[in-house]
């Protein structure tokens, strides 16, 4: 098990890291082992070569990643989280680069990556640095919470922590925006509202597009084509 260290966190600095590593201290505290389904569905049309898990927590976008081939590297600010992550990794026999950061503090290689993929954590802030992470044609698959009428079942307990309709959307138009939808959606504990963006660092109004089947297809054939 590998853990590098990038940017130490001097006492105090960090509440994030305190929080997290608290609430990965409760042995109760588990988040899903599956990648997020939008990853799954589109993995094969997603670029190849060198992914980037921000805020990874134990893994499961990152372990999914490395499984499929991709070079991996993989954030969080919680030690706890990333030696759940690193243990699950070694268990299914994945390297990847696991990297104990503040994104807040860590500076992102530009240009470096194939596929970015954020689940389940607020950085709104942070999209700039992202986007300049992607390498040309690179892709940014990103899911969090939204704001909701109907009572929230998991999630941030602030709606501080979520984001409102189409601020994911509106924040990923200088990009190929190639899929967005915001609904609800079981994830682990219960019901969820969730916005997902899959965008890609390119632009022009001649692009090559993916074949994608059609979310609920049972039998996995594609799409016909349209009369
Ligand atoms: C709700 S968990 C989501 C984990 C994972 N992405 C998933 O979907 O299963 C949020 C993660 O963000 C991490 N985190 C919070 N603040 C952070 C920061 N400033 N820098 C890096 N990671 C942070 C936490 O440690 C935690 O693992």
Known sequence: MSLKTV??????VSDDRERWNEKYADA???????????????????????????ATGDGRNAIFLAECGYDVDAIDVADAALERAAERADRRGV???????????????REAYDLVTVSFFAALGLLPELKEALAPGGVLVYEHHLRSSERAEVGPSSDRYRFRSNDLLRACLDLTVMYYEE????????D???????ARNSAGGTQSYPRLERVGSTDGTPDEESP
Do not use: Q, Y
Request: charged letters at 30%.
């Open 192 to 198: 969820a509202a969730v916005a997902t963006v899959v």
């Open 183 to 190: 609904r609800r959606r079981s994830v682990i504990g219960g």
């Open 28 to 54: 109760d505290f588990t988040l899903p082992e599956e990648p997020i389904p939008e990853l799954e569905r589109r993995i094969g049309t997603l670029p190849e070569g060198r992914a980037l898990d921000v």
């Open 7 to 12: 940017a130490p966190v001097p006492p105090g």
């Open 95 to 109: 390297e990847v680069n696991w990297i104990r950061a503040d994104v807040e503090e860590h500076t992102f290689e």
